[in-house]
């Protein structure tokens, strides 16, 4: 072995030391939750998980892309699903999303979205009741909303109940962006239903219109807060993705603005715009929200009256504050990334007991983890950053994303700084 070989070898030897260390502390950077709070794995049985709502400290309703509605009970998947639904799967479409019903301890009601293999032309919103570990259904379609065949994204296809008890439901352009500024299609618009599934007589334009607000594009998240604020996700088409506080009757601008109308990031008709609402938080960078949640919960007093956001493309939880006196909410950072690498986030929620729940989809399938303060912790061996190969990272589960980019960067570093001292690299 000549020297130059053993050189070569040598500095290789130190470049790989390198790139294993960033990468554990790419995954333990990434697990670094704020004070006592700890992410523990609940399940991660899962494939391409949609959807949750927890039903309990413990129990929680999952939507499957491909049709199965899963329960979770007592942080253990139940092998078999609740129910299998036929659905059309491809792209955006699927088994969206799941509600229980404001009365839900005493009548057993929830209430899924998904878009019918048999009916390419229709969404559905189907009523069911859950005893036990078992589903019925109850009504297929409960509620039926419109679609075209040709189509597979931009569904919106979430539900939220008000606290008086109405039915919300985000229902996205269809890709056809024109239908969202218009008030006789309900595509592109938040809907406004009673607890039967009739209209809601009170609805802004007409006793038989179901839009409650409208000029949205892809809204695939919504939710109250304890103080009846409606809060809602949209996807942009680039790097203006929203989060906006939905108010009755107004417009939120799409497809005419995308996020604030400022010119950003191309001409936007700003001075014709007055009566367009401007979201309350503006991504700059490609994010792919898909929920919100608002923390009102005194086990982690820190964030009370904070927001959450789950980002597809980000893989991050994105903690923001609202600012009450502003009407602006305002980035406090990144609270959780997904643990799985090429991993998205779908959705976020609050447990009874004020835990938060994540749930990542990705190539290797699914999973909920669990945020809470180490006191409080279900299973001790299962808190994400123990295990693995030596790295921060859940046993089974690849380091995240940001790991292999600091792994990266640090050789470019290290390749331009023998460059810079030697004039070009001996390989």
Not at 47 to 54: T, V, Y
Not at 114 to 122: E, G, H, K, R
Request: charged share 25%.
């Amino acid at each position: 072995m000549t020297k130059e070989v053993q050189k070569c070898i040598g500095r290789w030897m130190v470049y790989s030391s390198v790139v294993a260390v960033a990468l554990c502390l790419g995954a333990a950077t990434a697990y670094g939750l704020p004070g006592d709070l700890e992410a523990e794995l609940v399940v991660d049985e899962l494939e391409f998980p949609i959807k949750m709502e927890p039903i309990g400290p413990r129990d929680l309703l999952v939507t499957e892309k491909m049709g199965a509605l899963r329960l979770v009970r007592d942080g253990e998947l139940v092998d078999e699903p609740l129910l299998q639904f036929d659905v059309k799967p491809q792209n955006e479409a699927g088994l969206l999303d799941v509600a229980t019903a404001p009365d839900f301890d005493e009548s057993g009601e929830l209430f899924i979205v998904y878009t019918p293999q048999q009916a390419l032309d229709s969404m559905y919103i189907n009523r069911l009741r859950l005893d036990g570990d078992s589903a019925q259904i109850l009504d297929d379609p409960w509620i039926e909303l419109p679609s075209i065949p040709e189509t597979d994204r931009h569904f919106g296809g979430t539900i939220d109940f008000s606290p008086d008890g109405d039915l919300y439901v985000s229902i996205g352009d269809l890709r056809q962006v024109h239908r969202s500024q218009d008030l006789d299609d309900p595509a592109g618009s938040i809907l406004r239903y009673g607890r039967d599934g009739t209209v809601a007589s009170t609805n802004p334009f007409g006793e038989e219109n179901p839009i409650f607000a409208y000029g949205l594009r892809n809204p695939f998240g919504i939710a109250f807060d304890g103080e009846g604020n409606l809060w809602n996700v949209e996807n942009s088409d680039d790097v203006n993705d929203e989060l906006n506080l939905i108010r009755e009757g107004l417009n939120y601008g799409w497809p005419l603005v995308e996020g604030r109308c400022d010119n950003f990031p191309d001409h936007e008709p700003c001075e014709d715009a007055d009566e367009l609402e401007d979201p309350v938080y503006e991504f700059r960078t490609v994010t792919g929200p898909t929920a919100v949640v608002r923390y009102e919960d005194e086990l982690i007093e820190a964030f009370d009256g904070d927001l959450m956001v789950t980002g597809w493309h980000s893989g991050a939880v994105h903690h923001l504050e609202w600012n009450e006196e502003t009407g602006r909410a305002e980035k406090k950072g990144i609270l959780f990334r997904a643990p799985t690498t090429g991993a998205g986030l779908t959705d976020i929620a609050i447990a009874d007991d004020g835990a938060i729940f994540v749930q990542e989809s990705g190539p290797s399938g699914g999973a909920i983890y669990r945020i809470a303060p180490r006191t409080k912790l279900w299973d001790d061996g299962a808190v994400v950053g123990e295990g693995g190969s030596g790295c921060s990272s859940p046993a089974g589960r690849t380091p995240p994303v940001s790991g292999w980019v600091l792994a990266l960067a640090v050789l470019v570093a290290l390749s331009t700084i023998r460059r810079t001292s030697h004039g070009a690299t001996a390989f």
